[in-house]
């Protein structure tokens, strides 16, 4: 390993590697659609891990009350006031391989449950996000579509 | 809709409130002052997210307390400010949400201000009375995350700063 080629070769190799993992981990940021349409989720990166919150609701009204939905079945009383609009579905994910986030949890507002969820990244527009309890087996996935959102 | 945010946190005081709680453990509060973070322009109306890191350095409070308690056993958030900047107000946004991140802690969020009042400078947050927070105070470092709901675009930056307030036990 004297040889300075063969220095240079290995700091080139772990160089490119480090580059190539943070690439692919940051593959998973940008705004998401669900397969049922009704909302858009942006994936962002906060220290090491990835966040999803909404960004768009297809019926941001709450049809009872005429004013902007809430998280009103939050387990959490205090926390039943926090506008559905921005809020953080997807949680806590950990950059696991190649096209797979994992240990993150997905909530489903319409009945205030967190579920253990992964993420697999079928092609750069397309994931699979399961959600489940317990084991994966037990789960359901849904396909997400990538989306570019512009200014109107 | 991009916002890259993370300004640093100007200033941190520790403040510390010797209790003795019936053999339970010893309580402290910790106060985070001018936790600062920037929305970055253009912003969009809807749902705008923005960060600051904040390093946590118990010592000095385990000190105080005399303490070697190795670590924190429940932590609450009893008080959460936020200011506007310059001379942005209340009225240029619906809600403020406020979450704590950790690199190996789950987010939680903390508390909320839905609808703000107008024409203010500061905000007061109510408090989740279930979020359990205390692992984020084992943590050398943890991400303060805050979620405006902006009314209208925005084309200069928005700046915004926190003092929040725990009570920790040991």
Redesign the interface.
């Known amino acids: 390993m004297k040889n300075p080629i063969n220095l240079f070769l290995l700091f080139t190799l772990l160089f490119t590697s480090t580059i190539t993992f943070a690439q692919q981990a940051d593959d998973l940021v940008g705004v998401w659609e669900p397969s049922n349409g009704k909302v858009r989720v ?1 994936i ?1 990166k ?4 990835y ?1 999803g ?4 609701l297809k019926a941001p009204i709450d049809s009872v009350t005429n004013k ?1 939905k ?1 998280d009103k079945n939050n ?5 039943r ?3 559905l ?4 579905l997807l ?2 994910f950990t950059f696991k391989s190649a096209g797979e986030w994992t240990e993150g ?1 997905i909530y489903d507002p319409e009945n205030g449950s967190t579920y253990s969820c992964t993420i697999k990244m079928k092609n750069k527009n397309t994931l699979d996000i399961r959600g489940y309890i317990g084991i994966s087996a037990f789960g359901r996935t849904d396909v997400w579509k990538r989306l570019e ?1 512009k ?1 109107q | ?1 991009k916002i890259s945010t993370l300004l640093s946190i100007s200033f941190f005081l520790i403040a510390i409130v010797l209790s003795s709680c019936g053999g339970s453990g010893k309580k402290a509060t910790y106060k985070i002052e001018k936790a600062s973070f920037n929305l970055e322009a253009p912003l ?1 109306s ?4 923005t ?1 600051a890191e904040h390093k946590l350095d118990l010592s000095a409070i385990k000190k105080e307390l005399g303490t070697d308690a190795s670590e924190v056993k429940s932590a609450k958030l009893i008080k959460a400010v936020i200011y506007f900047q310059d001379s942005a107000s209340t009225d240029l946004a ?2 403020i ?1 406020l ?1 704590l ?3 190996k802690v ?2 939680a ?1 903390v508390a ?1 201000a ?1 609808p703000l009042e107008a024409g203010k400078k500061e905000v007061i947050l ?6 359990e927070i205390a692992e984020f105070f084992n943590q050398a470092m943890m ?1 303060i ?1 805050l ?1 405006v ?1 902006l009314k209208n ?1 925005k084309e200069s930056s928005l700046k915004l700063s926190a003092n929040l307030e725990f009570e920790l036990e040991f």
Not at chain 2, 46 to 49: K, M, T, Y
């Open positions: 942006k962002e906060i220290g090491t891990k966040f919150r909404i960004v768009w902007p809430v387990p959490d009383e205090a926390l006031n926090v506008p609009k921005g809020f953080r949680k806590d949890t959102i200014k | 809709m969009f809807g749902a705008n997210s960060q619906n809600s949400v979450s991140a950790g690199d789950d987010m969020q909320v839905n109510k408090g989740s009375s279930e979020a991400y995350v979620d709901d675009d």
